[in-house]
């Protein structure tokens, strides 16, 4: 349940911590799930209540929660206003910034990263296909101006990692090709 820490809430935690310290990942990646319709402004804040408490248990635990900026109206995680009211619950929480769930939500994606530079952990490198359809295409394909935003990223300072995602794709090999070429000469652009 989204309003309650409901029986399985600690077992689900309890079950991913384990699993991040077997495998000794310095992360651990929280995607929200959406709110429903009749969420109340008290519903949303049990919901960022949970994942303060959560960001902070997994600090005892020594590892980094994260949050993914995510593609729905409907999640706690939609465009860089709801971000910075889960962030600023939680001085520990990081964000997986992904480029292109922030062109989805029709905000400008260096304006974003420059907002949240601070918090970011890992940057998740999606384009989206245009202003009409936003389904996720090979980076550097799309509208999500990948090229300008990674070597902004990087004149601001990043240096962490990148994970391409290229969701939903009907012929992944080939799309996943093109997203790593296209960003690896954005980053590499003298190679």
């Known amino acids: 349940m ?13 079950v991913a911590i384990s699993f991040v310290k077997k495998h000794n990942y310095p992360h651990l990646m929280l995607v929200p799930n959406v709110l429903p319709d009749d969420a109340t402004q ?19 635990e020594g590892i980094d929660l994260v949050v993914e900026s995510f593609d729905n109206e409907a999640s706690l995680c939609y465009g ?12 520990n ?4 910034f992904d480029i292109g769930n922030f ?6 994606p260096i304006v974003a990263y420059e907002t949240l530079k601070n918090r970011v952990r890992h940057v998740h490198v999606k384009d989206r296909a245009s202003i009409d359809d936003m389904t996720p295409v090979p980076a550097g394909t799309g ?6 935003v990674l070597q902004e990223m990087e004149k601001m300072g990043y240096d962490g990692w990148y994970t391409i995602e290229v969701f939903g794709s009907k012929q992944m090999l080939s799309d996943l090709e093109t997203a790593y070429l296209n960003t690896y000469s954005f980053l590499h652009p003298d190679n």
Do not use: P
């Open 2 to 14: 989204y309003g309650s820490r409901g029986a399985g809430w600690g077992d689900l935690e309890n």
């Open 42 to 60: 008290k519903d949303v804040e049990i919901v960022r209540g949970h994942v303060t408490a959560f960001s902070e248990r997994c600090l005892t």
């Open 80 to 91: 860089t206003e709801r971000l910075l009211s889960l962030l600023d619950k939680s001085k």
């Open 93 to 96: 929480l990081g964000v997986a």
């Open 103 to 108: 062109t989805f939500a029709k905000e400008d």
């Open 143 to 148: 509208i999500s101006k990948i090229q300008e």
